[in-house]
């Protein structure tokens, strides 16, 4: 079979299983997901040895240190893709959920009912931990899943895939729940997000110009978000503890996630005290910064910012820094400049904390926390299949709830309509 062929075939292998999906019992799922988190564990050897023949490959085709950094699977990041594992099966199971009943004149009694999407098909990059996290919640969720990983991966996914599918036969699921699309022929991606016959939405990770190219080529509907242009803004009314530390934080903690802080926002009451830290500890870690004109004029060692700075997603130890003088302006900022992916105030006015969270249009916008928290994990889903920033049913980090829809269901007792 040549590629697109190929593909199908695994469409058709993974409608059938959301059959089977759909109907699987709470116990069931956790079982696998309990089965496939001991797994990982077991296996974290040979899954090392396999990442690390990713990891070697991938430096000698020169990839970039953002990236190698997300390939990268150490100790930690396949214990946290345990616990994850762990975590979505402690969760409520929100399949088959009825919730929103109303009574009608008619004596009809309408709700609505949580059901599975069916096959979700999930096109990333360069982490091997996308595929136990997708694995997982497409699971509890009653899901079936095709993954495409990067092929800097392709060895760490393949090994994972094994586990997952051996889990997956331990609770007497099918195998097929969960397929990993084994060749790295480009092909294979056009042919996935066309099949609409057996795929029902598509889950891009990765860079923006995968995420522009799946955008405009898919036929079936696309969760995504493009960049993660995140924001801090020091509020006039900020801790000054509270904003150092999280600053620090949202930028420094790491460089290469899409949580990252990418532009700091400073009222001018904190630039001869806050931002005089701030500059302090970037220069320290080495964090370039490039400043407005008024901040040029306070720290003239930084390098200037150009407009495209204020719009620039840069993974990297670099920092955009502008001085602003009101809440009002620094929403307008977010909201011309911004991703709509996660943007943090600090403060201690309420008044101005309830119109940031109010009139920031970002799926994830936050008070006295760091952006760095902008994640499945951190907000409880267990794992996160993507984040989205657009406007439809999943919004945000995407967990559970994210991969199902919702049917009307009604009860009646032989009413026919008049």
């Not at 990982?40 to 430096?59: G, H, I, T």
């Not at 999930?122 to 091997?128: D, Q, T």
């Not at 945000?396 to 994210?402: I, K, R, T």
Request: charged share 25%; glycine share 8%; with cysteine.
């Amino acid at each position: 079979m040549n590629i697109a062929e190929q593909v199908l075939n695994i469409g058709k292998r993974a409608r059938t299983a959301s059959a089977a999906m759909a109907k699987a019992s709470t116990d069931q799922k956790n079982r696998a997901l309990r089965a496939i988190a001991q797994l990982v564990r077991q296996q974290s050897a040979m899954l090392k040895a396999a990442n690390a023949e990713d990891l070697e490959r991938a430096r000698l085709n020169g990839l970039e240190p953002a990236l190698l950094d997300r390939l990268a699977l150490s100790d930690k990041a396949i214990e946290t893709m345990a616990e994850g594992l762990e975590q979505i099966a402690q969760l409520p199971d929100p399949i088959g959920e009825m919730t929103d009943f109303k009574n009608r004149p008619s004596g009809i009694l309408v709700g609505k009912m949580r059901v599975p999407l069916g096959v979700v098909g999930i096109i990333y990059e360069a982490r091997p931990n996308v595929t136990v996290d997708a694995a997982g919640l497409c699971i509890k969720s009653g899901n079936a899943t095709i993954l495409r990983g990067g092929s800097e991966a392709l060895r760490c996914n393949n090994a994972l895939a094994k586990l997952v599918a051996q889990g997956l036969e331990a609770a007497g699921l099918p195998a097929d729940a969960v397929i990993v699309i084994d060749t790295t022929d480009r092909a294979a991606v056009g042919t996935l997000i066309t099949m609409a016959e057996y795929v029902d939405v598509i889950v891009p990770r990765g860079g923006k110009g995968l995420i522009e190219r799946i955008s405009k080529e898919a036929r079936v509907p696309v969760i995504k978000h493009l960049d993660g242009i995140c924001h801090v803004f020091i509020d006039e009314f900020a801790d000054a503890d509270k904003a150092v530390a999280i600053a620090d934080n949202a930028k420094t903690h790491r460089y290469g996630t899409c949580n990252t802080m990418e532009t700091l926002l400073v009222h001018s009451a904190h630039a001869p005290d806050t931002l005089a830290k701030l500059v302090e500890i970037y220069g320290n870690k080495q964090v370039e910064l490039r400043g407005c004109q008024r901040t040029l004029a306070r720290f003239p060692k930084l390098l200037a910012a150009t407009e495209e700075d204020w719009s620039t997603e840069y993974l990297a130890p670099v920092l955009s820094i502008k001085l602003i003088d009101s809440l009002d302006e620094a929403i307008s900022h977010i909201n011309h400049f911004g991703s709509h992916h996660t943007d943090v105030i600090v403060t201690e006015n309420h008044s101005n904390a309830m119109r940031f969270i109010r009139e920031v249009d970002s799926a994830s916008v936050m008070i006295n926390a760091s952006s760095r928290f902008a994640d499945g994990f951190e907000y409880g889903l267990g794992a996160e299949i993507g984040i989205s920033t657009d406007k439809i049913h999943a919004r945000g980090p995407v967990g559970l709830e994210g991969l199902t829809s919702q049917k009307y269901v009604v009860f009646g007792h032989g009413e026919v309509r008049q």
